[in-house]
C-alpha cells in the first residue's frame, strides 16, 4: 500500500448558510442551513469532502456532530489508509454512538479520495449506475402560501413535477386548500405528496389522513411520532394512500423492525439517518427483501451532502418516487460547491468526475464558517 494514501490531517468547521424563505414543518421551522464540513487530506495532498447535515429536532445538533468529528473521528484515521473506509465505520459505530451525520461526512470524505485516487466516480464504488438522472421534488413549506405557489408555477416552468407539501403546521383546512389549489390547477400533471413530520397525534391522524385520499398523492410521509410504530402500521394497513416512514426508519436495525411490523409501503432513504450511504444500501435491501419502496429523502443540506445522496441514488437498485436534493438549487441564498449543483429540467444529474465530480469552493466555505475546529 503507497504511503499516498494514508490520511495525513482533517479539518472541521461550521457552516451557516442563509435561505431564501422560512421552511416551516410539523416539528418546527428553519430560516438558515448549518451544517459541518469535513475536509480530509492524504499524504500525497489529495482532498476529500464530506458533510454532516443534522437538525436538532430530527437527527441531532451541529455541536455534537463536528465534536465527533474533531474528537474522535478524525483522530481515529489519521496515518492509516482511506482504503479502510469500511473498518473506519465499524469502529466509528463501536466507539460513538448516535451522530449518524457526521459518520455520514466521515465515509463520504473517504469515498471522495477513494474515487479521486482510482479515478472513477463514488456510484462505481458503490457497484455501478443503475441511473444517471432521477426526478426531484421540491417541498412546500412557507407559511405564506401564496408565496409558495408563485415559485411552485416558476419550478412548474423549471420542468419540476414533483411537490411534497409539508403539513400539520398550522391548521387541517390549511393543509386541504393547499394541496385542493394545487391538483386544481395542475390536475394528474402533477405528482404530489405530504409531509407531517411527526405533527400529528395518533388519536387524532385518522380522520384527518382520510381526507386526503381522494387527493391521489403518492405518499404521506411520517404522520405520527417516530416510536408509535404501531399507529404507524395501522395507517398503512387502514389507508390506500400509500404511508412513507422518515423518521421512524433510520437505520438496518429500524429498517427490519419497520418491514416486519409493517410500518409503511416506502422507506426515506437518507445518508445522515443511516450514517453513510453503505448503511443506507443495507436499508435499501432490506426494503427490498420486504417489498417496501425507497425514496431518496434528505436534510438540510449543501451540494456536498446532495451530491453524496444523488452517488446513493444511482447507486440503488431501486428508486421509486425520484430524490429532493433541491435545496441547493432553490433554497440556499448560496451553495459552497464551485459549480451549481447539477438539476436540470426537473431531474437531478449524478456527477460523474472521481469521487463525488464535485468540488468545494473555499471562498464560499469560508465566507460561511461560523466556528473552525
Ligand atoms: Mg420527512
Not at 451525520?101 to 477513494?114: F, N
Not at 407559511?143 to 411537490?163: C, H, N, S, V, Y
Not at 459549480?339 to 473555499?362: C, H, N, Y
Amino acid at each position: 500500500m503507497s504511503s499516498s494514501h494514508l490520511i495525513r490531517s482533517g479539518g472541521v468547521r461550521v457552516v451557516e448558510v442563509p435561505v431564501t424563505e422560512i421552511h416551516s414543518h410539523g416539528s418546527g421551522d428553519i430560516s438558515s442551513v448549518k451544517s459541518v464540513v469535513l475536509e480530509l487530506t492524504t499524504e500525497s495532498g489529495l482532498t476529500g469532502w464530506g458533510e454532516a447535515s443534522p437538525w436538532p429536532v430530527f437527527t441531532g445538533t451541529p455541536e455534537s456532530n463536528a465534536s465527533a468529528l474533531a474528537d474522535y473521528f478524525i483522530p481515529m484515521i489519521i496515518g492509516r489508509s482511506v482504503f479502510d473506509v469500511e473498518v473506519f465505520m465499524a469502529e466509528a459505530e463501536k466507539h460513538v454512538v448516535h451522530c449518524s451525520e457526521a459518520k455520514a461526512a466521515l465515509e463520504t470524505a473517504l469515498l471522495d479520495i477513494i474515487g479521486k485516487v482510482s479515478g472513477v466516480p463514488i456510484y462505481d464504488l458503490l457497484g455501478g449506475c443503475h441511473r444517471d438522472r432521477m426526478p426531484l421534488s421540491f417541498s412546500i413549506a412557507n407559511p405564506d402560501f401564496d408565496t409558495d405557489f408563485t415559485k411552485a408555477e416558476r419550478l412548474f416552468e423549471d420542468g419540476l413535477r414533483i411537490f411534497k407539501l409539508k403539513t400539520g403546521f398550522k391548521d387541517h383546512a390549511f393543509d386541504l386548500m393547499r394541496v385542493e389549489k394545487l391538483r386544481d390547477k395542475y390536475g394528474d400533471q402533477l405528482d404530489l405528496r405530504i409531509d407531517y413530520n411527526q405533527g400529528l397525534k395518533a388519536h387524532e391522524a385518522l380522520p384527518k389522513l382520510r381526507d386526503f385520499e381522494n387527493f391521489r398523492l403518492s405518499f404521506i410521509e411520517q404522520p405520527v411520532r417516530k416510536a408509535n410504530l404501531e399507529a404507524m402500521a395501522h395507517f398503512t394497513h387502514t389507508l390506500t394512500t400509500p404511508i412513507m416512514a422518515d423518521e421512524s426508519v433510520f437505520n438496518p436495525r429500524e429498517a427490519l423492525i419497520g418491514a416486519q411490523m409493517r410500518v409503511a409501503d416506502i422507506f426515506s432513504l437518507k445518508i445522515m439517518k443511516s450514517g453513510g450511504l453503505r448503511r443506507a444500501l443495507e436499508v435499501a435491501a432490506i426494503a427490498k427483501a420486504a417489498g417496501i419502496g425507497v425514496y431518496g429523502g434528505c436534510m438540510f443540506e449543501t451540494g456536498i451532502a446532495h451530491t453524496a445522496g444523488a452517488h446513493l441514488m444511482a447507486a440503488l437498485p431501486e428508486l421509486d418516487l425520484g430524490c429532493e436534493f433541491y435545496m441547493s438549487t432553490y433554497y440556499l441564498t448560496e451553495d459552497i460547491l464551485s459549480e451549481p449543483f447539477p438539476v436540470k429540467d426537473g431531474f437531478v444529474r449524478v456527477p460523474s468526475g472521481p469521487g463525488l465530480g464535485v468540488d468545494v469552493d473555499r471562498k464560499r466555505l469560508e465566507k460561511y464558517t461560523i466556528h473552525q475546529l
